[in-house]
């Protein structure tokens, strides 16, 4: 404190009249000082600098989310969940960091193998066996993917974590390879796997995408009842997340549902329901035109053959 005291007596000669702009000056200079004097601040909690780094990859300030992983895994006597938790954010870090060219895949690999290698039971080893099979599918801009590599990827965290949500995506990011094909044989075979997971785990937070998938794949084997039964149970069992307004808009839905019934299954009564539904819940969409105009041709088509059987 004498230092403090010492270094303020120093500010003002005590000879020199002090004008009233110095004298606030001085008050300022006074108070820094006696701040800086003070107790250091207490280091931020682990958990609490974890989320603060995770702000920061979100915001895409790499650096710091970097820098803040690293601190909390290097705090003294930190909780073994928490250090897992920091080792992964400076393994997804270096993984998906923009641009790409800043990205170090081989060490965020070898980041994502320590936790599965010491933590091999832990929900983030799952997570880390899928984020290495995604390394393996999303490959630069202008090459393709090693498909058989890719599946089999997908395969291993299949295997290991099948009860786990990361063993049920990799099966979902599996099973897309194959219906994008187009081939009919693998598209079956990829129904069948995804008709499966809905099935056994009918509360899954993946069933909404899984029966877009399964609609994707009745469409290139030309079944469109089966297509339009896929549609409304995606939308059925689709799950809105009220922290992003995306999920909650259904438009997009009802308008694929309605053309779906409307021009590949025939089935007017399902489509003029969620056209109205569109129409309704979503009065400002720039489909509702197209949506009452729809009405108005199936009404207009059902008359025609009304009168045609009256013939």
């Given at each position: ?48 600098a ?12 790499y ?6 992983f690293?601190s ?6 930190i909780?073994q ?11 997804t870090?270096?993984d ?7 990205q ?24 880390s ?15 393709e ?18 009860n ?122 720039y489909?509702?035109f ?22």
């Amino acid at each position: 404190m004498a230092m403090c005291t010492g270094g303020m007596n120093q500010v003002r000669p005590p000879h020199r009249k002090t004008n009233p702009v110095f004298g606030v000056l001085l008050v300022i200079l006074a108070v820094g000082w006696l701040a800086g004097c003070g107790p250091d601040t207490a280091p931020t909690p682990p958990k609490q600098a974890l989320q603060h780094a995770w702000d920061a990859f979100r915001l895409g300030d790499y650096k710091l989310a970097l820098k803040g992983f690293t601190s909390v895994m290097e705090t003294p006597g930190i909780d073994q969940d928490l250090r897992l938790q920091a080792l992964h954010g400076l393994a997804t870090t270096w993984d998906l960091r923009r641009p790409v060219a800043t990205q170090d895949d081989e060490l965020a690999s070898t980041l994502y193998r320590q936790i599965m290698d010491e933590a091999p039971d832990h929900d983030l080893a799952a997570w880390s066996s899928l984020a290495l099979a995604r390394m393996t599918h999303l490959v630069p801009v202008g090459e393709e993917p090693d498909y058989d590599k890719v599946r089999a990827a997908y395969q291993t965290v299949i295997d290991a974590y099948p009860n786990r949500i990361a063993g049920q995506e990799a099966l979902l990011y599996q099973q897309a390879t194959l219906i994008q094909t187009l081939d009919p044989e693998r598209t079956r075979q990829a129904i069948e796997r995804l008709q499966t997971l809905v099935d056994r785990k009918p509360a899954s937070v993946f069933s909404s995408a899984a029966y877009d998938l399964i609609a994707q794949g009745y469409e290139t084997l030309n079944q469109p009842d089966r297509q339009l039964e896929a549609r409304i149970r995606s939308l059925e069992t689709a799950e809105v997340d009220p922290m992003n307004p995306s999920s909650s808009d259904l438009s997009w839905r009802y308008w694929q549902i309605a053309t779906t019934a409307e021009f590949l299954a025939g089935r007017f009564d399902v489509a003029r329901t969620y056209y109205r539904k569109l129409i309704e819940e979503y009065p400002l969409d720039y489909r509702k035109f197209g949506a009452k105009q729809a009405l108005i041709r199936m009404d207009r088509m059902e008359r025609e053959l009304r009168e045609q059987v009256a013939r």
